[in-house]
C-alpha cells in the first residue's frame, strides 16, 4: 500500500450541510476500498488564484491516506462526475513527504493547544 495525499476544492455555492455530506461521500468510497485514512484537514473556504467555473473561492479539503494503486483511478473518476468538486489533485508521498507530513501536522497540533 502506497500513501497518498488529496487536495480538492468544492463549489463555494454549497451550503455547509451540502460540504459535510460530500466530504464523508469521498471518505466513504475511500474507506470501502480498503483505505487507511492517516488524516483529513477541513482548510476551509479560500479564494483561488484564478476563477474556476466562474467562481472566486471555494471550500478546499485535504485527505492523506494508504491504500493500493488502483483505488486512485476510481477515486478520481469519481471527482470528476461530481459537479460540487471544481479541482482536485492526488500525489503519491515518498518517505521524504511522509516525514515533512508528519511534521506539519505536529505543528498544527501544538499551535491549536
Known amino acids: 500500500m502506497n500513501q497518498y495525499e488529496t487536495v480538492f476544492i468544492l463549489n463555494p455555492v454549497l451550503s455547509e450541510t451540502q460540504v459535510k455530506e460530500t466530504v464523508q461521500k469521498?471518505?466513504?468510497?475511500?474507506?470501502?476500498?480498503?483505505?487507511?485514512?492517516?488524516?483529513?484537514?477541513?482548510w476551509g473556504l479560500k479564494k483561488l488564484a484564478y476563477e474556476i467555473q466562474h467562481k472566486k473561492s471555494g471550500f478546499y479539503h485535504l485527505f492523506e491516506y494508504k491504500v493500493a494503486g488502483d483505488v486512485i483511478i476510481n477515486l478520481e473518476t469519481e471527482f470528476r462526475r461530481?459537479?460540487?468538486?471544481?479541482?482536485?489533485?492526488?500525489?503519491?508521498?515518498?518517505?521524504h513527504a511522509i516525514s515533512w507530513a508528519e511534521r506539519r501536522r505536529e505543528k498544527l497540533k501544538s499551535k491549536k493547544a
Open 26 to 42: 469521498f471518505e466513504e468510497f475511500l474507506t470501502s476500498r480498503g483505505a487507511e485514512m492517516v488524516a483529513k484537514e477541513d
Open 82 to 95: 461530481d459537479e460540487r468538486v471544481m479541482r482536485f489533485l492526488t500525489v503519491a508521498l515518498d518517505k
